[in-house]
């Protein structure tokens, strides 16, 4: 559920999130929303290997309970009755209204999870709950990976597991093992985004290339090559604004320094074009 807060809860929010919850220790494999972490490094972890196996969680914050969240405060060395406010701050429980017959087990699973206070999307302290909701679930994959010679990263519900010739002959024992951890964790998979990557194909982490080195998407080059050849045509940056940002140019030259960390070259051909267009 993507729920974004009135603006005094976002601001007391905001403030559980600095003052609190980035200052906690979270596993070696999470990479996402975590300091000096990011989604290239998460990639990094993943360059020329033999084999790579993507997993998705499915409605990941909707997992992360009202006493899971409580539980992390009390963790963080707060008294009940403080944890217990804290996490009634942080979580969120929907007004389902009339809910119709589920068609499936998964409608029905939906339907009580959501019935609960949990974590949602949108909650500036959601993201550091849920790595820290995960810790024991990321140390168990990691030490699973460990046991097959392969390595693990997190980038919040995004999955990835590499590695070489032990890795790829023990994959049926290890996928089921590792489907058996989520499950006992109280997460469930979303089996449509399971992905194998080899060598011969193009290998994708978060959106970074790593076959051989990091590198970019080619297709988001030449995206932000076709939108500053349009303005320049067209005589402005701000013609080629159709999601209505408050300031396009900072944002393409935020979306230029992502493409320029991955591939310098290809960085400063973008840099050169957009700098004469206003």
Same mark, same amino acid.
């Given at each position: ?12 929010? #905001?403030?559980?999130?600095?003052? =609190? ?18 989604? /290239? ?40 009755? /403080? ?15 009339? =809910? ?32 820290? @909701? /995960? ?15 392969? %390595?693990? #990263? ?5 999955? #990835? ?44 982490? %978060?959106? /970074?290339?790593?076959?051989?080195? #990091?590198? @970019? ?62």
């Amino acid at each position: 559920i993507i729920c974004s807060p009135k603006p005094r809860l976002k601001s007391v929010q #905001t403030k559980i999130k600095e003052g =609190i919850l980035d200052r906690a220790p979270v596993h070696g494999a999470a990479h996402g929303f975590v300091r000096n972490r990011n989604i /290239v490094s998460n990639a990094s972890a993943h360059v020329g290997k033999d084999l790579i196996l993507n997993l998705d969680l499915r409605n990941f914050f909707d997992h992360v309970t009202y006493p899971q969240v409580v539980g992390i405060f009390r963790w963080l060395g707060y008294n009940s009755e /403080v944890s217990r406010c804290l996490a009634q701050l942080c979580t969120y429980r929907p007004n389902l209204g009339p =809910i119709n017959k589920p068609r499936g087990e998964d409608d029905q699973i939906k339907c009580v999870w959501r019935a609960f206070r949990h974590a949602v999307q949108g909650a500036p302290t959601s993201p550091m709950l849920a790595n820290l @909701a /995960v810790h024991r679930m990321d140390r168990r994959l990691s030490g699973l990976a460990k046991r097959f010679d392969a %390595t693990y #990263t997190r980038y919040a519900d995004d999955l #990835t597991f590499s590695g070489d010739e032990s890795f790829k002959r023990g994959m049926i024992r290890f996928l089921k093992c590792a489907k058996v951890i989520i499950r006992q964790e109280g997460f469930r998979l979303n089996h449509r985004k399971l992905r194998f990557m080899r060598p011969s194909e193009r290998q994708e982490v %978060t959106g /970074v290339i790593v076959n051989e080195k #990091t590198n @970019a998407r080619r297709e988001d080059y030449d995206r932000l090559k076709a939108i500053i050849y349009n303005a320049r045509k067209a005589g402005s940056l701000e013609s080629q604004n159709r999601d209505g940002h408050s300031d396009f140019r900072a944002h393409l030259l935020g979306r230029i320094g992502h493409i320029s960390k991955l591939n310098p070259a290809r960085g400063r051909k973008l840099l050169d074009a957009i700098r004469d267009v206003s």
